[in-house]
C-alpha cells in the first residue's frame, strides 16, 4: 500500500522560506517519478501542479507560478521527496502534497497523504 508522508509545513511571513519533505514507502521510490501537488482549501477542493521530478532526480519542471523560488528533489536511498520553497508569497498558502506524478490527476488515486500546511501570512 503507498504511504505518503508530508511534513516541514509552517506559518512564516512573505520572503521566508520553508523546506518540505514526503516520506514515501509501499512502492518503488527510485523507479518513480513523483510530484509536488496543493490546494487552497479557500477556493475548492481541486489540487494544483507544483512541481515534478523524474526517477533519476535529474530533471526537474514547475508550474510558472513557482518557477525560480521552488526547487524539486529527491533521495532516493531514502525513499524521500523534497521541495524548497524560497521567496515565499501569501499565494503560496495551501496544502502540500506529494504523490507520484502518474497519480497526481487521477481521481482514482485514493492514497494521498494527509498533506502539510504552510501559510504565508504578515
Known amino acids: 500500500q503507498v504511504q505518503l508522508v508530508e511534513s516541514g509545513g509552517g506559518l512564516v511571513q512573505p520572503g521566508d522560506s520553508l523546506s518540505l519533505s514526503c516520506a514515501t514507502s509501499g512502492f518503488t521510490f527510485s523507479t518513480t517519478p513523483m510530484s509536488w501537488v496543493r490546494r487552497d482549501p479557500r477556493k475548492g477542493l481541486r489540487r494544483h501542479y507544483v512541481a515534478s521530478i523524474n526517477s533519476a532526480g535529474d530533471s526537474t519542471s514547475y508550474a510558472d507560478s513557482v518557477k525560480g523560488r521552488f526547487t524539486i528533489a529527491r533521495d532516493n536511498a531514502k525513499n524521500i521527496l523534497h521541495l524548497q520553497m524560497n521567496s515565499l508569497k501569501p499565494e503560496d498558502t495551501a496544502v502540500y502534497y506529494c504523490?507520484?506524478?502518474?497519480?497526481?490527476?487521477?481521481?482514482?488515486?485514493?492514497?494521498w497523504g494527509q498533506g502539510t500546511q504552510v501559510t504565508v501570512s504578515s
Open positions: 504523490a507520484p506524478t502518474r497519480y497526481i490527476d487521477s481521481a482514482k488515486f485514493v492514497d
